[in-house]
């Protein structure tokens, strides 16, 4: 009788084992479509690489879901602005900051200020798209994120032209870019994504 219930706890074993390791595989196999979408979409954006690296750990809430893709590369892009807004604020205390240094960086602060409004407003339109409007309806929504992702990315080049100049040259200068960089591929790459999902329709 134990031989009995000795093999029985056995199979039982090795059928929840099976059945745990054809789980993880599918999950497995799942994770890596999810993953492969977000690398074939990002192939179409400005900045592909950055794209791949900045979306990949979202795999698994984006799915193979395009707009779920846009999306997601919005919210990146406009945390990214959030935090160039805060790093630039502190920036009006920077040791030997020249007047029309000073000038720049609060002029900065006010556009960075513009692109997180711009593509906060993007993300809550293209939110909207999953509720099923009209033809008619899909496409202004669509319109307006477009123009106001394009918008931010104007905000953007606009905070670096003040900073134009060799009078302007130097450590903050650097710094400065290279938070702003970083927000304007960012929002590049989203707006690629949402001409991805347009296109699409």
């Known amino acids: 009788m134990a031989k009995v219930l000795d093999l029985s ?8 084992s099976t059945a745990a390791i054809a ?3 599918n999950l497995g196999e799942e994770s890596s479509d999810d993953t492969e979408f977000i690398k074939s979409s990002c ?6 690489e950055l794209c791949f690296q900045s979306l990949s750990s979202y795999a698994s809430e984006i799915k ?4 779920q893709l846009a999306e997601t590369a919005l919210a990146v892009s406009m945390a990214q602005a959030k935090s160039a807004k805060t790093y630039i604020s502190d920036m009006t205390d920077y040791k030997g900051i ?24 993007s993300l809550k339109e293209l939110k909207n798209l999953e509720e099923g409007e009209s033809k008619e309806d899909f496409w202004f929504c669509l319109s ?11 905000d953007e080049t ?13 450590e903050l200068k650097s710094l400065v870019r290279a938070h702003i960089v970083r927000v304007a591929q960012d929002t590049s790459n989203a707006l690629a994504l949402i001409n991805v999902y347009a296109s699409k329709h």
């Open 98 to 121: 020249t007047k029309r240094q000073h000038e720049a960086v609060l002029d900065c602060v006010e556009e960075m200020g513009d692109t997180v409004d711009r593509l906060s407003k």
């Open 43 to 48: 192939e179409t954006a400005t900045y592909p």
């Open 64 to 67: 193979k879901r395009p707009l």
């Open 23 to 25: 789980m993880a595989r």
């Open 144 to 154: 307006n994120v477009r123009t106001w992702t394009s918008a931010a990315l104007t």
């Open 9 to 16: 706890l056995v199979l039982c074993v090795l059928c929840v």
């Open 158 to 170: 606009t905070c670096l032209d003040g900073f134009g100049g060799k009078g302007m040259d130097g």
